[in-house]
Structures are given as structure tokens and as C-alpha cells.
């Protein structure tokens, strides 16, 4: 999706699919609606929530800290090689 004159943007929810996070779309948008999820440092409960190339997620997921840097919006939900080239892990290390 893009706007004249803006960077293109996906929903956060339905590129927290896209990066396989959870099975279904709907899943994704209730863990986000839930919060603990920060974009770029700010507080994020709105599934839709535009998202973009070069933005930092920061979110619990199993007990740990995440913090990922979106490279690339993608374009379907493939398998998970194709996932994981999505974002950066910040988080380790």
C-alpha cells in the first residue's frame, strides 16, 4: 500500500503474519490489540498500525524480550526461511 509522496507501509498485524509470529491474521491483530508491542519505541495497540521498512518492533514473545528491524514488507506468507529474511533480530547477542 503506498500514499503520494509516502514510503509504502504494511498493517502491523498482517506483517506479524507475513513473519509467521502466529497461524492466522486475526491472532496476529489480538496480540497486538493485548499491547506490549512498541513501534519505533511508542506504545502500539492498533492492528493497523502502518508499518515500514527500517521501523523497530519491540515485543515479549515467549518469556523474552524481542526487538526486530522490519527489512522488507514482503508480499505473502511463505515458509519460514522466506520469513525470517523479514527482520533483523536486534534482540540477540
Do not use: I
Request: glycine share 8%.
Amino acid at each position: 500500500m503506498t500514499e503520494p509522496g509516502a514510503a509504502p507501509f504494511l498493517r502491523l498485524d498482517t506483517w506479524l503474519w507475513h513473519a509467521r509470529l502466529a497461524k492466522t491474521k486475526s491472532a496476529c491483530a489480538a496480540l497486538v490489540e493485548a499491547g506490549g508491542f512498541r513501534l519505533n519505541r511508542q506504545p502500539v495497540t492498533k492492528a493497523h498500525a502502518r508499518l515500514r521498512v527500517g521501523d523497530v518492533l519491540t515485543f515479549s514473545w515467549q518469556g523474552e524480550v524481542r526487538v526486530w528491524r522490519v527489512l522488507d514488507l514482503g508480499t505473502r506468507r511463505g515458509p519460514a526461511s522466506e520469513a525470517r529474511t523479514l527482520y533483523e533480530d536486534l534482540s540477540g547477542a
